[in-house]
């Protein structure tokens, strides 16, 4: 006994000596200090879409937020992540089972069968002493992998916010080519009935009846198209807020306004404000402990086991000083011959890290140039609104006056047809480059993250909390 407490008491006093320290901090990124030459002025602006001050577009995502089924599903692999992290951490801690039996025997004897009563009633214990931090590198490795899940559904949330602005003002948009595809169709009826006019009355050959009309049917042909993509926006943007397929979602023509601008901030505030960035962060201490893991496998593991129990014919007297046994042991296991299996683990192991580092890096990498695209397509959006204004405008003045000077019968009817067709077409691509700017500065907000995502997580009942 007093061999077996030396011993027990040497290995309390070398237990934390780790063959790998694995207190990985976070790797040093040298950040540029600004993006493409804009001033660095902080991003943190909250939750982003409330700046298009559209009650419907605020309603419809906190709805998402509570009822889309991806955002369930990554809540749910979080809470698995928990549970994992909570099983391998039990791992450290005693082991404790109480056995029982009772029966009745009957055995042969040298004066013939005997019947008797047999009551038994153990309890067992053992631990591992963790000498190596084998149990302890398993455990953290499992924590950072639950923070890497709770990063991942942060992340979730920011990817969804900027899916339903996208969907939502997508509708918007078809919804306002609908409007402008009506307007066009009226006006070129308008047109029809004035040519129709003045061919009954001679003043106009037939060519440019059968033109007016052909203007017409391509206007009315264009209709469909924006209809189709109005209700395969609708039955997206429902499927992502946990409904069936809604024609009455989205918002109204008048929602399509100049978007706000997203200040891009500090690219330093990247590490800090994308999930992403920071679950693969966790990611690489994760696989940093589990190299601790590997090599610790390769050491001698010492276990303590315990037993004590007793056993009578009536169970009384289980427990009474004769029939108590009991037993302390401690175990010491050396790997010896393994086919370098336990040698191959660690290599992988590290290869995995180095391989996670690498992540980490591209992640920091990509999430900076997300910005910098966001940004370099909202310059861009900008100008060509500015010059589809222009236009617009000039071929409205051109379509004027091309129709009143065939109504004058100064010219054919070829300018009219053209002016038409060119207006239609430039107030549709207005519509869509105004909806484009909305969608760059979208995307500008996801890819700056942000901290609004905190609060959110947690406010949805209790999502993204460990």
């Known amino acids: 006994m007093k061999n077996i407490l030396s011993i027990i008491a040497v290995t309390i006093i070398i237990t934390g000596c780790a063959v790998h320290k694995a207190n990985m901090k976070e790797p040093v990124i040298d950040m540029p200090s600004h993006f493409s030459g804009l001033a ?17 577009l605020n309603q419809l995502m906190e709805e998402t937020f509570k009822n889309n089924l991806d955002i369930v599903q990554a809540y749910e692999r979080l809470q698995q992540s928990v549970a994992i992290r909570e099983k391998t951490g039990a791992a450290s801690w005693p082991g404790i089972n109480i056995e029982g039996s009772g029966g009745r025997t009957r055995q042969a004897g040298a004066f013939g069968a005997s019947t008797s009563d047999v009551y038994s009633i ?41 899916q339903v602005a996208e969907l939502y003002y997508q509708a918007v948009e078809q919804r306002a080519q609908l409007e402008l595809s009506d307007r066009t169709i009226a006006s070129f009826q308008d047109t029809l009935d004035r040519v129709e006019r003045r061919y009954k009355e001679g003043l106009v050959p037939s060519i440019d009846l059968y033109q007016s009309r052909q203007n017409l049917a391509s206007a009315k042909a264009s209709r469909p198209v924006f209809e189709s993509n109005l209700d395969v926006t609708l039955n997206a ?103 370098n299996r336990r040698k191959a683990e660690v290599r992988r192991a590290e290869a995995e890290f180095r391989e996670q580092l690498a992540e980490y890096h591209e992640s920091v990498l990509n999430a900076f140039r997300e910005v910098e695209d966001a940004l370099a397509r909202i310059n861009a959006s900008k100008k060509r609104i500015a010059m589809l204004y222009d236009q617009v405008n000039a071929t409205r003045n051109s379509h004027r006056l091309s129709l009143e000077r065939y109504l004058q019968g100064v010219s054919d009817y070829l300018p009219v047809l053209t002016e038409q067709l060119g207006l239609f077409n430039a107030e549709s691509n207005l519509l869509q480059a105004k909806r484009q700017l909305i969608s760059d500065n979208i995307q500008l907000a996801r890819a700056l993250g942000g901290e609004w995502v905190d609060e959110i997580s947690k406010k949805q009942g209790g999502r993204g909390k460990k």
């Open 40 to 56: 660095g002025e902080s991003s943190r602006s909250g939750r982003w879409w409330e700046k298009f001050e559209d009650d419907r």
């Open 122 to 162: 153990s309890a067992r214990a053992g631990y591992e002493i963790d000498l190596w931090k084998k149990l302890g590198s398993s455990t953290k490795a499992a924590h950072y992998d639950m923070l890497a899940a709770e990063q991942n559904l942060k992340a979730l949330y920011i990817s969804i916010s900027a």
């Open 237 to 339: 943007l429902s499927v992502l807020a946990g409904r069936f397929p809604d024609r009455d979602m989205g918002g109204n023509t008048m929602s399509l306004i100049n978007s706000p601008d997203i200040m891009a901030g500090l690219p330093s505030e990247l590490l800090m404000n994308r999930p992403d960035i920071k679950s693969s962060l966790m990611r690489l201490k994760a696989s940093d402990e589990r190299i601790s893991t590997a090599i610790a496998e390769r050491f001698p593991s010492l276990n303590l086991v315990g037993s004590y129990g007793g056993a009578s014919d009536e169970i009384g007297t289980i427990l009474d000083s004769p029939n108590v046994l009991w037993s302390v042991l401690l175990q010491i296991a050396q790997p010896i011959f393994d086919g």
